[in-house]
Nanobody, 127 residues
Framework: VQLQASGGGLVQAGGSLRLSCAASGGVVSLYTVGWFRQAPGKEREFVSAINWSGVSTYYADFVKGRFTISRNNARNTVYLQMNSLKPEDTALYYC?????????????????????WGRGTLVTVSS
């Protein structure tokens, strides 16, 4: 399976973007999918994740109340709605699948659990 993130772009502070993570060559509907980001000169960090059913979600503190993760298993796609964007949200955003457990009831923020990394999509927030 390959994951491809899209929907990035340039937006002013306070604006919104919706990222999509589409899977091809396989399914993600049985697995947790996570969003991560990497800013220039920084390590990749966890942003949010959603379990296979969509019941369990988890957010990094710095995006709580601003970002919303969701999924459409029929479309094999996971979304990240980003509102109230800040310049510090500027980064390359990636999605990945936690392949360690199908039908996981809860999600993990541990980067090492995730694989099937797709190409990132660049989000730039201007002040």
């Amino acid at each position: 399976v390959q994951l491809q993130a899209s929907g990035g772009g340039l937006v002013q502070a306070g604006g919104s973007l919706r990222l999509s993570c589409a899977a091809s060559g396989g399914v993600v509907s049985l697995y947790t999918v996570g969003w991560f980001r990497q800013a220039p000169g920084k390590e990749r960090e966890f942003v949010s994740a959603i379990n296979w059913s969509g019941v369990s979600t988890y957010y990094a503190d710095f995006v709580k109340g601003r970002f919303t993760i969701s999924r459409n298993n029929a479309r094999n796609t996971v979304y990240l709605q980003m509102n109230s964007l800040k310049p510090e949200d500027t980064a390359l955003y990636y999605c990945a699948r936690d392949s360690t457990q199908a039908y996981a009831p809860v999600v993990s923020s541990t980067l090492e659990r995730y694989d099937k990394w797709g190409r990132g999509t660049l989000v730039t927030v201007s002040s």
